[in-house]
């Protein structure tokens, strides 16, 4: 399968949902005020943001579409290509990482969103030509945690640095920084925590793994990584907030578009956050994290 065409899988729900409201609130109906309230209430619903909803609107209010005929194709460009503006210039690059060495990759989020399987998937996106990857299990929270990446590490033939269920997550980063720098691996990707009792935890947690890999390398982590679950629509939004306080975000990985009909969120955090976007999640197996790419995220969102 292509990579466009698993982006159209992928985000099949999504493009389902946008493209046939699009079609039945624009079809063969003439462009006034009714029209575009129930365009704009529509798009608020589909998640992707008060801010885009109100400038679509704008759009479609300064379009000529001719209501004889239903000018699909039309209608869905403007749509793609306002998607495709907006998060054209966060395209983040992963080839464009592997400057230093090891470049350390901390992945953040709260509970469930997919760090650690997104940790098996991106291992194995990076470990492409020979690139040597290590996993630092940070997720001392509890022994499953540490389980659960160790099969991802076999699966994807990376390294694991790990401690017992409970141990400082400060000192496996700093362990996990050592090998890979004694080792000359290319890549350590920390999996950290997200279900810490509180926000004082968590931000106290970030500062003292950041804290302790800076003695090895005063660079380190060269990306922060934050994982967001596109299902839980609108909390993604705070979840972001609440991270940026606590530590700089390089990047997002937005996981589990395939799950839901409203994709759109990705739209709203690019928009609201300006944040560069990584990678996106559309499944659970180990080729289901696509390099993210605006064109086809765009173009598929349409795609019927
Ligand atoms: N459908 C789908 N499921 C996903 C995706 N990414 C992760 N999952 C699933 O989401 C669930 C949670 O994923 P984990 O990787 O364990 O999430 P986590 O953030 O590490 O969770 P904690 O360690 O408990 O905080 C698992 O069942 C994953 O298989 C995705 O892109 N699509
Ligand atoms: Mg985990």
């Not at 982590?221 to 530590?247: M, R």
Request: net charge positive.
């Amino acid at each position: 399968m292509g990579i466009f065409d698993k982006f159209k899988l992928g985000l099949s729900k999504s493009s389902k949902n946008i493209s046939s409201g699009l079609n039945d609130l624009i079809f063969k109906r003439k462009i006034d005020k009714n029209m575009l309230d129930e365009l704009e209430d529509f798009l608020i619903q589909s998640d992707v943001g008060t801010e885009s909803a109100r400038e679509l609107r704008e759009k479609f209010a300064n379009t000529k579409i001719d209501p004889k005929n239903s000018e699909k194709d039309k209608i869905f460009k403007i749509f793609s290509s306002y998607v495709c503006e907006i998060l054209k210039p966060l395209e983040k690059n992963l080839e464009n990482l592997n400057e230093n060495k090891p470049n350390v990759i901390l992945i953040a989020g709260v509970n469930g969103v997919g760090k650690t399987t997104t940790i098996g998937k991106l291992g194995k996106i990076l470990g492409q030509n020979n690139k040597k990857i290590v996993f630092g299990a940070a997720d001392t929270f509890r022994a499953a945690a540490v389980d659960q990446l160790e099969i991802w590490a076999k699966k994807i033939n990376a390294d694991i640095i790990k401690s017992e269920e409970g141990a400082d997550p400060a000192s496996v980063a700093y362990k996990s920084l050592e090998h890979a720098k004694n080792n000359n691996f290319d890549y350590l990707l920390i999996d950290t925590a997200g279900r810490l009792q509180n926000k004082k935890n968590l931000m106290d947690e970030f500062k003292k793994i950041t804290k302790v890999i800076k003695k090895i390398d005063s660079h380190a982590p060269h990306e922060t990584f934050l994982i967001l679950d596109a299902t839980t629509g609108q909390s993604a939004i705070n979840q972001v907030e609440e991270f940026k306080k606590i530590t700089p975000i390089t990047g997002i990985i937005m996981t589990k578009l395939d799950g839901t009909a409203k994709g759109g969120i990705l739209l709203a955090i690019g928009k609201k956050f300006k944040l560069p976007i990584v990678a996106l999640g559309m499944g659970e197996k180990e080729d289901d994290l696509q390099k993210f790419n605006s064109e086809y995220f765009s173009d598929a969102l349409m795609h019927s």
